[in-house]
């Protein structure tokens, strides 16, 4: 069900405070709605592993609900089913994520249930186990996903062994098979904590009601040492350690086939390392993959190299960014025979754009979709608390939305190109395809 907002999202709308125990708490009124979403993060992601514990802060994010003091999985679940309300809790690279939603009168019960399972989770060992062949089961499948395999290797060949951007959030089957939950409880412990915790609730609400509803349940988590994860001094490191463990050019593209018996179709990911979000370039580079992978049915790239040449099932190019840098990757699937001609027709586009500044009328209409396209994401409360997330995790501002389409605006053609040349003339790509066995050309 739709339930755009009315109103506009800046600092005249947006109640941002904070709770005694440290929790920020971003709060938007939407009246058109009469549901209530609420979405939250904080420092419990991957980046706090090690390699011999990939998969770690994955499990205990999926574990929180699994078992308290108080109520038991099934308990939990029954309280979420008699009000029509949904909760759920996940982890990646960076921090550790939950998102529910319900009716607005039924707040108070999602906020105490979410309370609930971020401070008390018990991590009975039963529930963990379960889960934990869960887990497995669902690398056991993504093992057997050409794109999911060559995406996987490509990360891991790009970034260090050593770097948490390096390996999957939900780990490897030999990793996770052994973790125990003992693991989890002490994760849980060194990393949980409400001074490391920013919730947003968007719906049918007053941030006055919102505020004394979530003093009442988020507010009684008793906060621990550590502080909110922006001036964590283990956070810091971790971002730090990341970043400086984050592999350099060396101008030599590095190839690897994952081969995959009984597969039929190849998948390759190419790409180079990027840019973090908080990079000048980043809003040129947004507008330039907009162009190169994403406008229409698949931008430059999926025009030339699925519909005029028909070498690729499917061709895009795509953007990643984040407090850590991430990659710039361009990806097809193709059938086997076509795969180096589809890998240098998706290059030759990419090398267009850095060398051409695009027209001023496809320059036009990429903006234009990309502002345009901005209302979409604000149809329902998740999205827009998704936002807010997304706002106070990069310290856009409360007035984002304002600014947003004005930096769209300003990008240039020349600011467009120079974005993809200072990534994409690199020639120290590196290339991962994963599909039926073949002889290697690169040896």
Request: with cysteine; net charge negative.
């Amino acid at each position: 069900m739709a339930t755009r907002s009315q109103h506009r999202l800046n600092e005249s709308t947006i109640s941002r405070s904070e709770l005694a125990n440290g929790a920020t708490l971003l709060v938007y009124p939407n009246p058109s709605s009469p549901s209530v979403a609420i979405s939250g993060y904080h420092a419990a992601g991957s980046i706090l592993e090690t390699r011999d514990t990939a998969g770690l802060a994955s499990l205990t994010a999926d574990a929180l609900n699994r078992g308290t003091p108080s109520r038991s999985f099934l308990e939990f679940s029954e309280a979420l089913d008699d009000v029509g309300a949904s909760l759920g809790f996940h982890a990646d690279t960076e921090h550790a994520a939950f998102g529910g939603r319900a009716l607005a009168e039924d707040l108070e019960i999602l906020l105490t249930l979410a309370t609930d399972n971020l401070a008390n989770a018990t991590f009975p060992d039963v529930e963990v186990t379960h889960l934990r062949d869960q887990t497995l089961a669902g690398i056991a499948y993504a093992e057997d996903n050409p794109a999911a395999m060559a995406n996987r290797r490509f990360r891991e060949l790009l970034y260090s062994d050593e770097n948490p951007n390096g390996w999957p959030a939900e780990g490897y089957q030999q990793t996770v098979s052994r973790l125990e939950p003992h693991n989890l409880r002490d994760f849980h412990a060194r990393t949980y904590s409400p001074s490391n915790l920013v919730v947003a609730v968007v719906g049918a609400v007053e941030p006055a009601r919102v505020f004394d509803l979530a003093t009442a349940t988020i507010g009684t988590w008793p906060s621990s040492p550590y502080p909110r994860w922006f001036r964590s001094e283990e956070w810091r490191q971790a971002l730090t350690s990341a970043e400086a463990s984050a592999p350099t050019s060396e101008s030599l593209c590095r190839r690897e086939h994952v081969p995959m018996p009984g597969k039929t179709q190849t998948e390759f990911v190419l790409g180079w390392l990027g840019f973090r979000r908080s990079d000048p370039e980043y809003y040129a580079a947004v507008v330039a993959n907009y162009i190169l992978g994403q406008m229409g049915l698949g931008g430059r790239i999926g025009t030339n190299v699925r519909d005029t040449q028909g070498l690729a099932y499917h061709a895009t190019s795509s953007l990643d960014a984040s407090l850590t840098t991430q990659p710039w990757t361009l990806r097809a699937g193709i059938n086997p025979a076509n795969l180096d001609r589809a890998i240098e027709a998706s290059l030759d586009e990419a090398l267009r754009l850095a060398e051409t500044p695009p027209e001023s009328e496809e320059l036009n209409l990429t903006k234009q979709a990309l502002i345009g396209s901005l209302p979409l994401r604000l149809e329902r409360n998740e999205g827009i608390a998704g936002v807010l997330l997304t706002m106070e995790r990069y310290s856009l501002g409360l007035n984002y939305l304002d600014e947003y389409p004005d930096r769209i605006r300003h990008v240039s053609a020349a600011a467009v190109s120079g974005a993809t040349a200072r990534i994409m003339s690199d020639p120290g790509y590196t290339l991962v395809t994963a599909g039926p066995e073949f002889e290697d050309p690169s040896g």
